[in-house]
């Protein structure tokens, strides 16, 4: 099947620097992709979609100036955390959908996550 | 609003044993949906999802899911547990667009 990759897959940051991390489809193309957190023994939020050629649209209560997403490129999607505090500590999971339908239809290849520790 | 509810947040059964995870959801239409299981290390990994027709469908690994539309329920089962299935599972919704709506989760162990 497909794979999504991201990088890194840890990352132990300061309070108050700024964390970038990578999402990249390896052997397809995606358009969209998406972002989610996910708290110890907790659920997938979905926090934002990333659109390749366009801005991210992001969902309610998420902050766009600290989670800042950009999508270079048909297999590149990075997550920025800006002025990371401990309360953003958390596992940052990716996510692609291969298929055109542009529906649920399309199967959604996930990423192995990023936990992300705010000193 | 879609929403999913996974009432079982641990579950632990004994090797060779049967299992079922419980998922029910909320959704207005017909839904997508969807198990995943997580491992460490790993991501997300689709077991089987459900569309429309038949309302039994089967997936990887020796696992299936039946869509009862009268209990909005899409519980997984398999007939006998392996301990490489100790993992955390996940079901989800189609939320419009390519969005997916995911339970909290069902910790699943197996005890030897």
């Known amino acids: 099947g497909a794979v999504v990759s991201q990088h890194p897959s840890w990352v132990i940051c300061k309070s108050g620097t700024s964390v970038k991390i990578e999402c990249r489809s390896l052997d397809f193309q995606a358009t969209t992709m998406f972002w989610y957190r996910q708290f110890p023994k907790q659920s997938l939020m979905l926090m934002a979609t990333?659109?390749?050629?366009?801005?991210?649209?992001?969902e309610q209560g998420v902050e766009k100036d600290k989670f800042l997403i950009n999508h270079a490129s048909l297999t590149l999607s990075t997550l920025t955390v800006t002025s990371a505090h401990p309360e953003d500590s958390s596992f940052y999971i990716c996510?692609?959908?291969?298929?055109?339908?542009?529906?649920?239809?399309?199967?959604?290849?996930f990423g192995p996550g990023t936990r992300l520790t705010v000193l | 609003a879609q929403s999913v509810t996974q009432p079982d947040i641990h579950i632990t059964v004994s090797e060779g044993a049967s299992l079922e995870l419980r998922c029910n959801y909320s959704?207005?239409?017909?839904?997508?949906l969807f198990w995943y299981v997580q491992s460490p290390g790993q991501g997300l990994q689709l077991l089987l999802k459900?569309?429309?027709?038949?309302?039994l469908v089967q997936g990887i690994k020796g696992f299936e899911a039946e869509f009862k539309r009268s209990q909005s329920s899409f519980n997984l089962r398999k007939p006998s547990v392996h301990w490489s299935d100790a993992a955390e599972y996940f079901c989800a919704v189609g939320a419009g667009g390519n969005k997916l709506v995911f339970g909290a989760g069902t910790i699943l162990r197996v005890k030897s």
């Open positions: 959704y207005g239409a017909t839904p997508y």
């Open positions: 990333s659109n390749e050629g366009s801005k991210a649209t992001y």
């Open positions: 996510s692609a959908p291969t298929g055109t339908s542009g529906s649920s239809r399309d199967t959604q290849y």
């Open positions: 459900y569309f429309s027709g038949d309302t």
